[in-house]
């Protein structure tokens, strides 16, 4: 599997953990540096690699259809070409592969704003419909992201809200009751229109 944007492999060393090979394309150097560390610190170093590059080279760093799964968080908001890097995420997927992908949420960044008192700012992140191509800001809905997946053939299976109320909460609320809280979450995430208010939204596609 592929985890594009992975980092120091907070996904990826769980997941050579529980059996699976794992390459991780990141720009950073430092960041691959300690995955590998991280990686063989776990004892899955033969299951981890390593390729640095950013989101928008992924075509060229991973053959065709050479991948089950691919892992593409929280990185759409940031790259050059979203609509680029989804067709890639579709190339590496061997047919019948899935891609997960997480994404900020709009309405969530509204949200948070006005009741924080920013009423303004949420006014203007409320008007603002910014181009796919733009990295200002940039935040998607469910329609949104779901339209650029399946763009590129890729066909959405699950639409889920991550941490639906968890950002909104104070901590002393959170805290008297984390248990019941998981569990609200858990029904919530799936259900709309609770999960187009989660901080995140993630979608699990086929291919």
């Known amino acids: 599997m592929v985890d594009v944007g992975g980092g120091t492999g907070g996904f990826a060393v769980p997941l050579a953990e529980a059996g699976h090979t794992v390459t991780v394309v990141d720009p950073s150097p430092d960041a691959l540096a300690a995955l590998l560390r991280r990686a063989a610190d776990a004892g899955v170093a033969q299951r981890v690699f390593g390729l640095q590059g950013d989101a928008d080279s992924l075509a060229d760093l991973i053959p065709a259809g050479q991948s089950d799964l691919v892992l593409c968080h929280a990185v759409l908001e940031v790259v050059d070409d979203p609509s680029g890097v989804s ?3 579709a190339r590496v997927l061997r047919p019948g592969g899935a891609a997960s992908v997480l994404v900020a949420n709009r309405a969530a960044a509204v949200l948070s704003r006005a009741i924080a008192g920013q009423f303004r700012l949420a006014g203007e992140l409320l008007a603002f419909r910014e181009p796919l191509g733009s990295k200002l ?9 779901t ?9 959405v299976e699950q639409v889920h809200g991550v941490r639906v109320v968890s950002d909104l909460v104070p901590g002393v609320i959170a805290d008297a009751d984390p248990e019941a809280l998981a569990a609200f ?7 709309a229109p609770y999960r187009d208010f989660a901080t995140q939204l993630h979608l699990l596609a086929r291919r």
């Open 87 to 89: 067709a890639a995420l």
């Open 147 to 155: 339209a650029l997946l399946e763009a590129q053939g890729l066909a």
């Open 185 to 191: 979450e858990l029904a919530a995430s799936a259900e």
């Open 137 to 145: 800001g940039r935040r998607f809905d469910a329609a949104e992201v």
